[in-house]
C-alpha cells in the first residue's frame, strides 16, 4: 500500500464506496468450514522452533478432507501464524500431486525469505515455493536448515 492507492481509496470514498460493506466483505466473511479449518490449524498442527521465532505447519490431506477445504480458498491462511507474537518467520506447506507447495512469511525486513524462494515467486517478507521433496519431514528439515541460517540460530542438526 503506498500514498497514490490510499488517494484511489478516498476517491472511491468521496465517490459513495460504502466503507463498512467493503470491510465486511474482505475482512468479516470467512465461510464456517474456513474457520473450523483454521481452529483445527492452530490447535492441532503448529510448530515452534527457534525460541518461537519460526512459526511453521504441515496441512496433511486429511486436514483439508475433514473441513471440505481447498488453500484455493485460503489467501490469509498463513496471516493465522504471522499473528503470533514473538514469530518472525511462518511457513505452511503442503501437498501439492507430487511436490509440495511451500508459503513464507516474515514480519521483520532483516530477515526476508524471498531469496529462500526465488525459483518460487514473490517478494522479500512473501513468498512461495514448490519443492519436490519425498515426504513432509524433508520439507520441514529443509526449511529448518534454511530458517536457522536466515535467523543466526543454528540448524536443525543442531536442535
Request: glycine letters at 10%.
Amino acid at each position: 500500500t503506498d500514498g497514490r492507492a490510499l488517494r484511489i481509496a478516498a476517491r472511491l470514498l468521496d465517490c459513495g464506496a460504502e466503507l463498512e460493506k467493503i470491510n465486511n466483505a474482505v475482512f468479516f466473511s470467512k465461510p464456517r468450514n474456513q474457520q473450523e479449518f483454521e481452529a483445527d490449524l492452530l490447535q492441532n498442527h503448529l510448530k515452534f522452533a527457534f525460541d518461537g521465532k519460526f512459526v511453521y505447519a504441515w496441512l496433511p490431506e486429511e486436514l483439508f478432507v475433514a473441513h471440505h477445504f481447498d488453500m484455493r480458498d485460503g489467501e490469509g491462511v498463513i496471516d493465522l501464524l504471522r499473528e503470533l507474537e514473538g514469530a518472525v518467520i511462518v511457513a505452511l506447506y503442503y501437498r501439492r500431486g507430487d511436490a509440495f507447495k511451500v508459503s513464507l512469511r516474515s514480519k521483520d525486513s532483516r530477515y526476508p525469505v524471498g531469496p529462500m524462494a526465488r525459483a518460487g515467486g514473490g517478494h522479500d517478507m512473501a513468498a512461495g515455493i514448490t519443492l519436490d521433496l519425498p515426504d513432509s519431514g524433508a520439507v520441514e528439515f529443509l526449511l529448518r536448515e534454511e530458517v536457522g541460517k536466515l535467523l543466526d540460530c543454528g540448524t536443525a542438526k543442531d536442535i
